[in-house]
């Protein structure tokens, strides 16, 4: 059996499997417990009796992967410091690894999903955070430091050179904290088309940095944005004639879970 999560600032998602068929079956959505030590007694109590044999961690953050380290959780801070592989092969008694979300999701997506047809795939989530991966040839990009797209700088005003994260200026995190609102309450279509050309203004930039054939987009935050008006602004604000597709997730919340399963199988973790 193998155990995958996908650990996101808002949801915790999770399946046990045996094979693919299992993933959607088995599939379950929770709230992330917002204390870690919380997180791994949840783990405990509902996996420890399971005969695990491997368990891949998607995590929503910077992580060492050899040491199996979270580093930095932008929306889960009690995960900061952690060694959250060792902590679950402790518990399951099993062989664990961990990579960041976006890595799995883009993974899942370029082998199972709408990348499926194309060699070179970058990834975008906009949910609690903003993430985001680099898919070559049905693998994760050789990288020394991570992806994370969503803490590229935007600058805010020229004549203070005050800049502002991606992430702080349009993920549901930032949105809830500028306006006190949840995203999904906010009904203001002005609203949305603001956020909309943002949006679309950092996907230029992810274009000219990683030069995909296209990307794939996911994340809850996208229901909230006119899609075809997304792909008139990202097109209308590419400063050089670049191709690049931009299309919608297939396995929408299950895209990180297709990855770990990619992993296990076809990878022989």
């Excluded at 047809?117 to 020394?144: C, H, P, Q």
């Amino acid at each position: 059996m193998y155990l995958l999560l996908d650990i996101g600032g808002t949801n915790l998602k999770l399946s046990l499997v045996k094979n693919i068929k299992d993933l959607k079956k088995n599939f379950k959505k929770i709230r992330t417990p917002e204390s870690y030590q919380e997180f791994l007694t949840l783990i405990k109590e509902e996996f420890n009796s399971s005969k695990i044999t491997k368990t891949i961690i998607g995590f929503a953050g910077m992580i060492d992967k050899k040491k199996g380290i979270i580093l930095k959780s932008p929306n889960l801070s009690d995960y900061d410091k952690k060694f959250i592989v060792k902590d679950i092969e402790k518990i399951l008694k099993c062989k664990t690894y961990i990579y960041n979300d976006a890595e799995l999701a883009g993974l899942g997506e370029s082998i199972y999903g709408t990348g499926k047809n194309y060699k070179i795939v970058a990834y975008v989530t906009l949910s609690t955070g903003i993430g985001g991966a680099r898919i070559v040839n049905k693998e994760i990009d050789k990288n020394f430091n991570g992806f994370e797209p969503g803490h590229s700088l935007f600058l805010l005003d020229f004549s203070k050179l005050e800049f502002a994260e991606i992430e702080k200026l349009i993920s549901g995190r930032a949105i809830e904290n500028i306006y006190g609102l949840k995203p999904e309450n906010i009904k203001d279509k002005e609203f949305w088309k603001h956020i909309n050309k943002l949006f679309a203004a950092f996907l230029v930039n992810v274009s000219l940095f990683w030069s995909p054939e296209v990307i794939i987009l996911g994340g809850s935050l996208l229901n909230s944005l006119d899609f075809e008006e997304l792909k008139v602004n990202f097109e209308n604000l590419k400063p050089m004639p670049i191709k690049v597709k931009l299309l919608k997730s297939k396995l929408k919340e299950l895209s990180a879970l297709y990855g770990a399963y990619s992993l296990v199988k076809l990878k022989n973790y």
